[in-house]
């Protein structure tokens, strides 16, 4: 794995994640927990519509880079989607995640360990480009700017960058912050975005899904109780 520094990201996350490895009771983050579970599906048949609205096979023949791939969750899923191991590339700044996003991944996955604002790839490279949670962990506009200006110098002009991040802040946690559709397209200007809301508010999933999976289908269907964006970004004009 190649190592790139980024002393002031790298320094603000790694004491946040260093909190986070304390157990969280319950194992609120686990599938064993049903509103982790009803939350997960949710989102994975929003990314398989996307995928397969797509003009192409990009699962079977594209070239992947997820962005902050953390632990290499999405990159697990892609691969039991149907992704060639091989064609998958993570980049993760904090090198202990990156580590454990090689270690987990199967054979072929190239993980490497750096700051997504400055990808080493060369321009249009990639068919697809997933991003999901990394924005609203940056705090700093030039930073997110810079960023979406990577994302998009690697895609290619006819390769959609997948997003998934949440639109509401979380006043529970000062370390993140939303990011809402109108920050979205001055960040990708000049770009097709679509986006729908999903994910309902998750501290109410959490409580509700053990009970009844039928009450968070139906209080999913009121926008006011979804926190996410789910969508696309492609190159070209942008409409809302």
């Known amino acids: 794995m190649q190592t790139v520094q980024s002393d002031f990201e790298r320094d603000r996350l790694e004491p946040i994640w260093e909190q986070r490895k304390i157990p969280v009771p319950q194992n609120i983050y686990g599938l064993s927990n049903p509103?982790?579970?009803f939350m997960l599906q949710e989102r994975e048949r929003g990314v398989l519509?996307?995928?397969r609205e797509m003009?192409?096979?990009?699962l079977r023949n594209g070239k992947i880079l997820e962005v902050g791939c953390g632990s290499g969750v999405w990159i697990r899923d892609l691969v039991r989607w149907g992704a060639n191991p091989g064609n998958i590339t993570g980049v993760e700044l904090l090198?202990?995640?990156?580590?454990?996003?090689?270690r987990l991944s199967?054979?072929?996955?190239?993980?490497?360990?750096?700051?997504a604002r400055t990808l080493m790839f060369p321009d249009e490279s990639f068919d697809l480009v997933i991003q999901s949670t990394v924005f609203t962990s940056i705090l700093d506009p030039l930073a997110q700017i810079q960023l979406a200006k990577e994302m998009l110098r690697v895609l290619k002009q006819d390769g959609i960058i997948l997003w998934y991040d949440f639109y509401r802040d979380n006043p529970w946690n000062p370390d993140v912050?939303?990011?809402k559709k109108?920050?979205?397209l001055r960040l990708f200007p000049a770009c097709h975005v679509q986006l729908r809301s999903m994910t309902l508010l998750p501290p109410l999933v959490r409580m509700v899904a053990p009970?009844?999976?039928l009450a968070c289908q139906v209080l999913s269907l009121v926008p006011l109780l979804r926190t996410h964006y789910l969508g696309t970004i492609r190159k070209g004009l942008r409409y809302e």
């Open 55 to 58: 003009d192409r096979d990009v």
């Open 182 to 184: 109108r920050e979205i």
């Open 177 to 179: 912050r939303g990011v």
């Open 95 to 102: 090198p202990e995640r990156a580590a454990t996003a090689q």
């Open 49 to 51: 519509d996307i995928l």
């Open 35 to 37: 509103g982790q579970l």
């Open 106 to 115: 199967p054979a072929g996955v190239c993980i490497h360990c750096g700051d």
């Open 211 to 213: 009970v009844s999976w």
